[in-house]
């Protein structure tokens, strides 16, 4: 049985880890409350320019002046963007990104085609490279506040790689915010554009289809008459829809890194405060083993003595 010394030391450690966790919580629910309203802020303005973009895209129909509709017959080379965090301490944040790469990883390959990875966070860098994956590129540093600069330098990097052939489709692996609670691993295709696509559970209503009103539809079915031209909009329509569909998905992505945190510590602060309870008992058991043993020793001695 451990003493009585040890029992508090034991205490005092799990005591401190309790003064963490607790703390650890309270900063990631308020920093929490910031990033749901920029998460709310943007996705309305996130479906509305894939709406346009899409409407653009099928007027356009196959044009050559837009190499970021270029559709290729077979997929020999595919990107894959990984979204995870800078940091753990965040249950299966992480780890459920991880998992879904690797899956998409597995599907592409079982197609024949090479897959290259990006990631954002470096728990998803690290992660890779201890499995033996390269990493093409990385970007950490700013997951828990992401800016648009950020968004825009990846997805510049990934719609070149799309222009110049050296991929042959781009998809996002992300967690979707939906609570503290909840978090839903998603992944959309970016590129090319005619096949983008979100999958994931959810996903069916983020579809602009749903959400539309009588009025709405009655403009979908009206003859449309673009200045400028479909192809030269799409050109300016285009690199804003991909930055802002990765500014999305790192918007997203941080807020559900903060509220993964906030449950994760929060049940660790729990799980301390449990744990003290048991080690207040257990010392309070050995305590009294100790007067029992005391007792004990002086009862031997007087009977040795009469």
């Known amino acids: 049985m451990a003493t009585r010394k040890e029992v508090k030391n034991r205490i005092s450690s799990v005591k401190n880890i309790h ?4 703390a650890m ?49 077979k997929v020999s080379k595919a990107g894959i963007l ?23 990883r597995r599907e592409f390959e079982g197609d024949g085609a090479q897959v290259v990875f990006s990631a954002v966070g470096r728990r998803g860098d690290s992660a890779l490279t201890f499995r033996g994956v390269e990493v093409a590129h990385a970007y950490t540093g700013f997951t828990d506040r992401p800016a648009f600069a950020n968004a825009r ?21 992300f967690n979707r915010y939906i609570s503290p609670l909840t978090q839903y691993v998603w992944r959309q295709t970016l590129l090319p554009l005619q096949e983008a696509e979100v999958f ?8 602009p289809d749903e959400e539309e009103t009588e009025l709405e539809k009655a403009h979908k079915r009206a003859l449309w008459v673009y200045e400028p031209e479909p192809e030269e909009l799409l050109n300016r329509l285009i690199p804003d829809y991909v930055n802002l569909s990765v500014y ?3 918007l997203e992505s941080s807020a559900s890194e903060l509220g993964a945190r906030m449950t994760a510590m929060r049940s660790a602060a729990e799980n301390a405060q449990s744990m ?21 020793e002086v009862v031997a001695g007087a009977e040795a003595l009469g």
């Open 153 to 173: 330098e990846i997805a510049e990097q990934l719609t070149a790689s799309y222009i110049d052939g050296e991929l042959d489709r781009v998809e996002v692996v």
């Open 25 to 73: 919580e309270m900063v990631a629910a308020a920093r929490l409350r910031r990033a749901e309203q920029r998460i709310e802020n943007l996705r309305p303005y996130a479906r509305a320019l894939r709406q346009l973009t899409r409407r653009a895209a099928e007027e356009a129909g196959n044009v050559s002046d837009v190499p970021a509709l270029e559709r290729r017959e």
């Open 200 to 207: 994931g559970h959810g996903a069916e209503d983020e579809e």
């Open 19 to 22: 003064k963490i966790t607790r």
């Open 248 to 250: 999305r998905a790192l």
């Open 276 to 296: 003290i309870s048991d080690l207040t008992l257990e010392m309070n058991r050995v305590r009294q083993a100790e007067i029992t043993q005391e007792i004990l």
């Open 82 to 104: 990984l979204i995870t965090g800078d940091r753990g301490l965040a249950g299966a944040f992480n780890t459920n990104i991880i998992r879904e790469g690797m899956r998409l």
